[in-house]
C-alpha cells in the first residue's frame, strides 16, 4: 500500500517535471499586478472564525493537513499555523522518500496493530488497536518503526507500515480563476492566461467533485480533487460540468462536461464569455487557445501551442481531461499532430475565440 503510494507519488512528480519542462518552453510574460490577491489565515476551519494571518499570491506556504476538501491547515513561512481554503493551494510534489516523508505528531493507525514493547516483533506486546486509532509518534526510522506515546501515555513501537503517513508538503499560493466577459484577444495575452490557468487545473489531478461534499453542479466549476473519476463504475455522477460558449457550436450539447466541458471553461477564462466563436475544419489555421474537437472519437483539446515541424507541418500542444476516457485527469502538454490524427482516423472541428481571423 505504501511503495504503491510511493510510486503514485512517483509518477505525480514525473508528470509535473514533463509539464513544467513544457511550461519552460513557453515565452514568460509579465505578470500582472494585482494588489487585491491578499488572503486571510484562520485559527478555525471556518471563514466565521478568527483571523490569525494573512498571506498573497505567489506566496510560498507548507500544507500540514487537509482537514477537508475544502479547508487545509497551512504554515506560514513566519511560523503562524492556521486554517485556508483549500482551493488557494497549488501544491507541489517532492521526492518523498527523501524529503517529505515524516511521520510527525498525531498520526493514526492504518491498519489494526501491534504495540511493542521494542522494535521487534518478536518482542513482548505491549497492546493492540484498531485501525484508525490515535497515537503521538515521537521518533520515527527505527529499524522500520516508530516509537509511538498512545492514548494511556504508555509507549511502545509500531510497524512504520501500519500508520498513515502524513506529509508536511510544500505549496504555492494561487488566485482561483474568475469568468468575465472580456478576455485575450491576442494569441499572446491567451498564452499567458493558460499559463496562469495551469497553475489551478494542476496537471495530474481531477477536475470533479469526488469527496467534496460538493455536488456536481453548475455552480461548483472550480472544484479540483486528487481523486479520479471512474467512469464505468461510477457513471458521470461526480465529473464537473459547464456549458459555456462553445456550446453555441454544438446545439445538440445542452450540458457539457468531462473534457468538452473543461474545455469550455477554460475557453471562456481565456477569452471572457461574450467573445464569438467561429468554427472551421482546417489543422494548419490552428491556433493557441483554439477547441479542437475530434469529431469521431468524440474528444475536446485547447490548444496551449502551436508550431511548426522540420517539413512545415503544423502540430500543436494542448491541455484536456479525461483523454483515457476514464478519469476526468487533467493533463497538459500533450503533443498532437496529423499524424496522429490519420493514425485515429478522424478528423478535427475547431473552434475559435479570435474576433477576426489572420
Ligand atoms: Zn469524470
Known amino acids: 500500500m505504501h511503495k504503491k503510494r510511493n510510486l503514485f507519488f512517483r509518477r505525480l512528480l514525473l508528470w509535473v517535471l514533463v509539464c513544467t519542462l513544457f511550461i519552460n518552453a513557453v515565452p514568460v510574460y509579465a505578470e500582472e499586478e494585482n494588489s487585491s490577491s491578499s488572503y486571510a489565515l484562520y485559527t478555525a476551519p471556518h471563514a466565521a472564525s478568527a483571523v490569525c494571518g494573512s498571506f498573497s499570491v505567489g506566496d510560498s506556504v507548507t500544507l500540514l493537513d487537509t482537514v477537508s476538501p475544502l479547508w487545509n491547515r497551512v504554515r506560514l513561512n513566519d511560523g ?54 490515535l ?55 491567451a498564452a499567458a492566461r493558460l499559463q496562469e490557468l495551469s497553475a489551478y487545473f494542476q496537471h495530474g489531478f481531477y477536475w470533479n467533485c469526488i469527496g467534496t461534499g460538493q455536488r456536481q453542479s453548475k455552480d461548483n466549476l472550480f472544484l479540483i480533487t486528487e481523486t479520479p473519476c471512474h467512469h ?66 468524440d474528444h475536446s483539446m485547447l490548444v496551449t501551442k502551436v508550431c511548426k515541424d522540420e517539413n512545415g507541418e503544423t502540430y500543436f500542444y494542448a491541455t484536456d481531461v479525461n483523454a483515457d476516457y476514464d478519469s476526468c485527469q487533467i493533463q497538459w502538454g500533450r503533443k498532437f499532430t496529423k499524424q496522429e490524427l490519420r493514425r485515429l482516423g478522424d478528423y478535427v472541428l475547431v473552434q475559435t475565440r479570435y474576433p477576426t481571423e489572420p
Not at 515521537?138 to 507500515?161: S, T
Not at 464537473?240 to 457550436?249: E, R, S
Not at 477569452?271 to 466563436?277: C, I, K, L, M, S
Request: proline share 5%; charged share 20%; hydrophobic share 40%.
Open 232 to 297: 464505468p463504475s461510477q457513471g458521470y455522477s461526480y465529473c464537473n460540468i459547464y456549458t459555456g460558449t462553445l456550446c453555441n457550436a454544438y446545439p445538440e450539447y445542452s450540458t457539457a462536461m468531462q473534457c468538452f466541458g473543461y474545455v469550455n471553461l477554460l475557453s471562456d477564462l481565456v477569452f471572457g464569455t461574450e467573445a464569438p466563436v467561429s468554427s472551421h475544419g482546417s489543422f494548419d489555421r490552428i491556433r493557441v487557445g483554439d477547441h479542437v474537437r475530434l469529431v469521431l472519437w
Open 135 to 189: 497515537v503521538t509518534v515521537l521518533a520515527e526510522g527505527v529499524d522500520g518503526f516508530c516509537m509511538v506515546q498512545l492514548q494511556n501515555r504508555k509507549m511502545g513501537y509500531i510497524e512504520e507500515d501500519a500508520l498513515q503517513h502524513q506529509y508536511e508538503q510544500p505549496a504555492l499560493i494561487r488566485t482561483v480563476p474568475e469568468l468575465s466577459a472580456a478576455g485575450a484577444v491576442t494569441e499572446e495575452e
Open 80 to 133: 503562524t499555523t492556521g486554517y485556508c481554503d483549500a482551493a488557494l493551494l497549488g501544491k507541489m510534489f517532492l521526492d518523498i522518500e527523501t524529503e517529505a516523508e515524516r511521520l510527525i505528531g498525531a498520526v493514526r493507525t492504518r491498519t489494526a496493530a501491534i504495540v511493542f514493547q521494542s522494535p521487534d516483533t518478536d518482542s513482548e506486546p505491549l497492546a493492540r488497536l484498531p485501525a484508525n486509532a
